[in-house]
């Protein structure tokens, strides 16, 4: 694009905002359209126009276009056998970069042997979080955003994972550590990092705003000039950036796309929902929030389009879907946080009705979109997300019956100051089986392994906790260690004594791990399982989470049965409705077995038991 069309479309741009037309800048479209011109820039532009204002908005654009320069020969990693879109075959280990360690060896090499070795097939993307160096939250207080923390290796490292598999990156941009540089050169005075962090003079009333922790909202800081109390949302280590500063914006922009160069194929915006503060609003969901989330998808789909959003809300269902957008302008999935706890709730009760009522009235904007669903993560269950799906009496049970299973809970503060709870601490197999009582292990483990089918047979990606794929149990001995609940889920291991547990056949950790395989598996075999197909959600009695799905073009068809409860369960379907022929022969995808008497309306489920049914010629 020449200065003078350049110049002729910000024109037009600008007669679009004078006259309302915001929302859709159809005289600018018409004119790209005309001029052979595509209208990403525009879309940027006016992007910029709404978060600054005309004067400021317009020089910011400017310098965007500088950094997007240096980035426009960015492209999409290769890696052997695959192609970037989505499908059956994705699925995503969530995993600290020095999850296993070794003598003499740098975690991310020891990560890589390891991933290779027994995961090559199984799953196609991993999560690293955050292997910046960090001053504190196992990494989440992130020093420099440009390093790999120098204890787990280098960026050679982070490349030679990606060449085997999809990368998701965290973009940890609501807050830096105090060590960044940034905020050490905010303590001296430097007038450049100024306004870079948030200062709150006088007292203002913050009542509204949303709390996600039992912290200070604002801490205070000594400098040449003065103490000054600084935002700090999540702790006194965390300070929070202030994106009503354009250089911020900037800022993250080139970070995130300086993680698409390093070979990022999806970027997770971890704690996106609070970017923005606006004094006398709730500063969580703002709508610059929204528009700075519009603004990296434009900005991605014109340099590096292959890159996927991932937003992490972890916040009630109805504000979290919020962050798909129309469906085709802000996040390409969103972690799906109302699972974890209606799937420990269905298995409490051994009842499916609150979470075959939800999973039906899932709906996604537009085929561009999906659910990133998971069970466990390095947090931990979070409760916010079932508020007006559960039951203030339902979600007190779960509390309570996750309690006597060791959980412990994490508390904010509401709008009043009173503690409220918004998290619980548990292992996932935990929070399934209760450690103490007296239940076999495999009645565990069929247990455990159902309540992750329903999670992989669920339309969207699957993200898999390490622990959870290998079968951990709750890590007491750390949080004493720590004095932290979150380190009850985040245990690091030796290499060659996690191994040895591993192949010990008689080990939970070897048990849960086959089993978790040959689920995976089952899911790549059949295009029903991919992430823009669709889902029917089926009665089949309250003990039975029914689901069928069915690929994009409807050719496919998987009939996923769950039984959530300990006793056997008989399910009466008609199967020619189901498969609209059964002139194949109906197999269980799981064992990979053909079902006797596969003509027989009525199928059998022993207790917690899966079965994955296509129907093939």
Known sequence: MSLAECLLVLFIVELSIERNDLSDLKVCNYFCKFMMIQPDFSTVYSHLIALYGQSSGENVFERLQAILDRYSDLSAPQREGSDHALSEHDSVL???????SESDTLPLQTLSHFCEQYLSGLVNSIHLLPFFPYSSDDGFSVIDYRAVNPAFGNWDEVARLGRGFRLMFDAVINHVSV?????????KDDPHYRDYFIVINGNPDL???????????????????????????????????????????LEIVDTLLFYVAQGAQLIRLD???????????????LPQTHRIIRLFRSVLDIIAPHVILVTETNVPHRENISYFGNGTDEAQMVYNFALPPL?????????????????????????????????ASHDGIGINPARGILSYFEINALMERSIQHGSLVS????????????????????????????????????????????MLALVGVP????????????????????????????????????????????SLRHHVFRRYAQLLRARSTSSAFHPHGRQQVLDCGEAIFALLRLSPDGNKRVLCLHNVSDQTQDVVINLKDIFRSISGKLTNLITNRLMEDSLNSKLTLQPYQSLWLEMKE
């Open 271 to 285: 704690a996106i929902a609070y970017l923005w503060k606006e004094i006398g609003t709730s500063c969580i969901h």
């Open 463 to 506: 993200g898999i906790y390490f622990h959870s794929l290998f079968g951990s149990r709750s890590w007491r001995k750390g949080v004493e260690l720590t004095e932290r609940n979150r380190t009850i889920n985040r245990q690091k291991f030796e290499l060659a004594a996690f191994e040895s547990e591993l192949v010990d056949e008689a």
């Open 94 to 100: 969530i995993t600290y970069a020095d999850q296993l």
């Open 343 to 375: 799937t420990l709730h269905t298995f409490y009760t051994g009842n499916s009705r609150v979470l075959s009522k939800w999973a039906a009235d899932l709906k996604l904007p537009s085929r561009h979109t999906t659910f990133f669903n998971f069970l």
């Open 207 to 249: 009542s509204q705003v949303v709390r996600p922790r039992a912290l200070p909202l604002l801490t205070k800081f000594d400098t040449p000039s003065g103490p000054k109390k600084v935002w700090t949302t999540f702790s006194a280590d965390q300070v929070d950036l202030n994106f009503q500063n354009p250089n911020v914006l």
């Open 411 to 454: 508390y904010k503060d509401d709008p009043s100051g009173a503690p409220i709870p918004y998290e619980l601490n548990i292992n996932y197999f935990d929070a399934l089986s209760n450690p103490h009582a007296e239940e076999s292990l495999n009645i565990q483990v069929d247990r455990f392994m159902t309540a992750q089918a329903i």
């Open 179 to 187: 060590q960044h540089e940034w905020f050490r050169a905010f303590l």
